[in-house]
RNA sequence: CGGGAUGUAGCGCAGUCUGGUAGCGCACCUGAAUGGGGUUCAGGGGGCCGGAGGUUCAAAUCCUCUCAUCCCGACCA
């Protein structure tokens, strides 16, 4: 491409509404426009990336047996009442009614879609295991988009479905997936990690994110530093802690006025945060609940959610909370709470404990779990936030913690939307049987704005081979000379010749912008052809990462740039 | 949804408190010089000051409403 032929946009200063470097990135090197919130125009430089990303994931994806096909954007409600998520997805499912009244939403992912072409096209088990994906743009009107492409509403995802006769097979196309999308972010030149994940709305029991290492994850992820564990903090077990010989003194009232926060409280009473027991009430779909953790521990809420199987979990107000038990907040404690409590393993643990007294300005202590208030036992469990002096679950080590970009997430999903959709096979013994189903999703735009995240420095962006737009950028320094000008075209022939994809900057620029342009785009490879030439006759070549140049004769280029691009391809 | 902030030329901003008819830098157009890290000089074009209503002789500026964008939060009772 000729620079002069392109559009590529380039902004000298951030634009002010962005605040994370990839979205600022991405505006000044002419990767995006936004139209509204959200929502972004694909330039032709950003759409290059994208274009290189979704070319991994289908090679990758078709090495491991899927097979690619289109659904439509535009479904009907009727199937998603059908699975029950017309409901259970909440507000981030656009809905619309047609003109002829039809209620319809737009695709934020493709189950009921797939699972309805499924059920009406496979019969047999002697058609399994099939494994479909496709790479469309998604919409999902998210509460809060931001930090442009990193969390828009409408996005590009790869989305893959499994359909399996029995749950062996299922854990089989489960772990190829696994490995295929090992392997995609590999080849993408990306640091990330595989870490076991919570597996949200989508439901299904077997999960694991990809986690792309960047500062401005929004997600938090704990890692073994001594065995494979990782998790993301959502999900991180916490071994059930030894119980302790419960306390023997009486349970008494202390008066602790005014004093309403865990610290407060503790400076008052002189104790740790670990020996009182906060209560904090939530709504769960509604329903007032109390949760018990320790003073120095943070609840979680993902694992509450899915203790008590919500839909959709929230804190309570003041007020709600007030509503609810009809006691001050500030002072709620489990004793004689008329709500249902759910309490962290560890506060069950404890010998004896400060808690609120349900009663203004008193608290009560050595409070005895299960002896001075009941907790159900399926009520009791792992519901708080695992912390940096916590162990690996699995083998006892330090566990590090670090800000993880979710790009890829797969679940195994089971039989509950087959079960739900009746999407059923006949079984070699003649049997009906649902499907059970497996869901791979990469999020194809947020790889490139995570990718960006990753790999820039002051100068700008810094693409891994494997995702540049363009491998090399020839600076033509001297347009006006013909000797310049002949070296940089003949190099251009022959690169493109070579296979690379090149950009000639052929502009009437000065020097220095065409340096700082070609730094901004983070184009790997730099040919500069000016002065050097015409008193030497060579040409600077400069690697945008390490920023080393070597002055190289212009007929050992190609050779010379292959092998460093060859060199700079994971895998 | 709650809280905070911001909307003035394509982009980044000043002007708003204290009302008087819109400005700076970059970008853009013309000309000349320059040509290895965003070059210089001269000239020029471009704005319903987010929108609607109000107050006033007069509104970017004050008041009311609205729309949009960004940030924080939606766990420490």
């Given at each position: 491409m000729r620079y002069s032929e392109a559009f590529i946009p380039t902004l000298k200063e951030d634009p002010a509404e962005a605040e994370v470097i990839s979205h600022k990135l991405m505006m000044r090197a002419g990767c995006i426009r936004k139209l509204t919130a959200g929502v972004y125009t694909y330039l032709p430089y950003g759409l290059a990336a994208i274009r290189r990303v979704e070319r991994i994931v289908r090679e990758e994806m078709n090495r491991a047996g899927a097979i690619e096909l289109m659904m439509p954007m535009v479904q009907p409600a009727d199937l998603w009442r059908e699975s029950g998520r017309y409901i259970k997805y909440g507000p981030e499912l656009l809905r619309f009614t047609d003109r002829h009244e039809r209620e319809s939403c737009l695709g934020p992912t493709h189950e009921e879609v797939i699972t309805d072409l499924i059920r009406k096209e496979l019969h047999s088990y002697?058609?399994?295991?099939v494994n479909l994906y496709q790479i469309q743009t998604k919409f999902r009107d998210e509460i809060r988009p931001r930090f442009g492409l990193m969390r828009g509403r409408e996005f590009l995802m790869k989305d893959g479905y499994s359909f399996d006769a029995d749950d062996a097979g299922a854990e089989i196309t489960y772990w190829k997936m696994h490995e295929a999308y090992k392997r995609i972010f590999s080849r993408c030149g990306l640091r990330f990690r595989a870490v076991q994940a919570d597996s949200g709305t989508i439901g299904g029991n077997f999960s694991h994110e990809f986690m792309v290492l960047a500062k401005t994850g929004e997600d938090t992820i704990v890692a073994c530093a001594a065995c494979e564990y990782a998790a993301n903090v959502e999900k991180a077990a916490i071994a059930a802690p030894t119980p302790a010989q419960p306390g023997t003194a009486l349970c008494e009232t202390v008066e602790t006025p005014g004093k309403k926060k865990v610290a407060d409280v503790c400076a008052f009473l002189g104790i740790?945060?670990?020996e009182l027991v906060k209560t904090m009430i939530y709504l769960a779909d509604g329903k007032p609940v109390a949760v018990l953790v320790r003073g120095d521990r943070e609840v979680e809420l993902v694992k509450v959610k899915n203790m008590l199987k919500a839909v959709d979990i929230v804190p309570a107000t003041d007020d709600e909370a007030f509503a609810a038990t009809r006691m001050p907040p500030g002072y709620?404690?489990?004793?004689?709470?008329?709500i249902v409590i759910c309490a962290d393993q560890e506060v069950m643990a404890m010998a004896e404990c400060v808690v609120g007294a349900n009663e203004k300005n008193s608290h009560l202590r050595h409070v005895v779990p299960g002896r001075d208030f009941q907790v159900d036992a399926n009520r009791i469990g792992d519901l708080r936030r695992v912390a940096a002096t916590d162990r690996c679950p699995r083998c006892g080590g330090a566990l590090e913690m670090t800000e993880g970009i979710e790009v890829g997430h797969i679940f195994k999903l089971g039989t509950g939307y087959s079960e739900a959709m009746k999407a059923n096979f006949q079984d070699a013994d003649g049997q009906e049987r649902p499907f059970v189903m497996g869901c791979y999703g990469i999020g194809v735009s947020r790889v490139v704005a995570a990718c960006i995240e990753q790999n820039h420095d002051e100068h700008g962006m810094v693409f891994p081979v494997p995702l540049a737009p363009y491998q090399v950028i020839i600076l033509?320094?001297?347009?006006?000379?013909e000797k310049i000008t002949a070296c940089a075209e003949e190099l251009y022939a022959e690169l493109q010749q070579a296979g690379i994809d090149v950009l000639l900057d052929d502009r009437d620029e000065r020097p220095g912008a065409k340096f700082k342009d070609a730094d901004l785009l983070g184009v790997p490879f730099r040919l500069t052809i000016g002065k050097t030439f015409l008193t030497k006759g060579l040409v600077e070549l400069r690697a945008r990462r390490s920023g080393e140049s070597v002055e190289v004769a212009p007929e050992s280029l190609v050779t010379l740039l292959c092998q460093r691009i060859e060199a700079a391809m994971p895998e």
């Open positions: 002697r058609d399994l295991p740790e945060a670990s709620l404690g489990p004793v004689g709470l008329p033509n320094l001297g347009v006006q000379d």
